[in-house]
DNA sequence: TTGTGTGAATCCCTTCACAGCG
DNA sequence: CGCTGTGAAGGGATTCACACAA
């Protein structure tokens, strides 16, 4: 076991900006990238990676967590719950269901696929390499038997709300959401929002502000 | 036309934080949807919606912009560069292009497909829809016959640095994203990065720090 | 000497509170 | 009177600067 591309975090640890949260990523995605070509250690500067966030950042996220590097030398071994793996319920067969299954990045990071649900009965029974797609009303079930952590809601507006009520009641900690609605969940759940109309119009306005000094 | 569901920015307005650029995406939504209930004034109290954000956020982020409210009454009529239309190419015909391509918001909302370019000969020609699927070589030509604003790179972490550099010098104002690497590129350009995995690590890692009060 | 860890300073965004206009 | 527009206050996150450990 490698203890290499991990940083441990407590548990219960202080409550940590979401912004470092999301930083932990690029990181561990560097520190394997750089263990990959051979390196021991790795300097704050490096993980920083160029463009990405500066090297005062990295030591400030990662000195939330303790610390574990060393001076003069920079980080070397440290762990993370990278180990841990997350078994998530794909609701919703669509197009964006399925570039998310098919994308092998999600296993590689610990992300495990149990089942995929849909409502639409033409599609239910088919199969996406060994998995068989379930009917949605299956889920209750499927997340108690697997345990599930994460419900993912590829799902039509519509739907969403009363999928991630469902889910919630079966015991879902975390949802990532796609559709274009914000849903309402105890406090204790986390909704992860991803609505790329949305960013695209950030996109857009953002260069309708942008200078074209004629 | 349509007055009502748009706030007019001044194309130079003083640089605004990008959370209050995507915040306006909410607003927009919110003026459209009570527009249809065929409401004719909004306060700040409607457009904040339920949870999404603050009345007070709301009036701060719509003065960046100019006061066009009516104190006692709400907003009434605002303009927008929303009947602004952006002209995109999509490159990468694969699993996350076509979900995007054939998600009807897009074009609702002012975005319209000039061409979807691919690398795979197995891909280019074939049609979706009405688009014809042409060769990611034609990108320069698409980029300067159409007036392309914006870029949408679905295409593998390879071959996006190469394809953004191109994109940019053909005139492309703005990128998303989906590849997981971080692009370089002149300050003028905006880059908007969608990272799916990112966002499931964040979820994960957030839920990690959830007290599950035993 | 190098590069971490961290208080202090800074910056920016959000929230508050209220003056003022319709 | 209701609701906007905005200065001021508040809270966080980022950046700076440097003591200190290896």
Chains 1, 2 share one sequence.
Not at 88 to 111: K, Q, T
Request: aromatic share 6%; charged share 25%; with cysteine.
């Amino acid at each position: 076991m490698t203890a290499f591309t991990s940083i441990r975090i407590p548990p219960l640890s202080p409550r940590v900006s979401a912004s470092t949260i999301r930083r932990l990523s690029h990181y561990l995605r560097t520190l394997e990238e750089l263990e990959a070509a051979g390196e021991s250690t790795i300097s704050s500067q490096q993980l920083a990676g160029r463009g990405w966030t500066t090297a005062a950042q990295v030591r400030k996220d990662l000195s939330h967590f303790g610390s574990f590097g060393k001076r003069g030398l920079g980080y070397g071994v440290a762990e993370l719950g990278l180990d841990r793996r997350w078994r998530v319920v794909l609701v919703g067969a669509g197009r964006i269901g399925s570039a998310l299954f098919a994308y092998p990045r999600f296993r590689e990071r610990g992300f495990d696929c149990v089942a995929v649900l849909d409502a639409d009965p033409a599609k239910v029974g088919a199969c996406w390499g060994d998995t068989r797609i379930g009917h949605v009303d299956d889920l209750e079930r499927v997340i108690a038997e697997h345990d599930v952590d994460l419900v993912v809601l590829a799902v039509p507006a519509t739907a969403a709300q009363d999928l991630a009520d469902r889910a919630v009641a079966s015991g879902a900690r975390g949802l990532m959401n796609f559709a274009p609605i914000r849903l309402t969940v105890p406090d204790r759940v986390q909704v992860s929002d991803v609505n790329l109309v949305m960013e695209m119009e950030a996109l857009s306005h953002a260069l309708s502000r942008v200078r074209s000094d004629p």
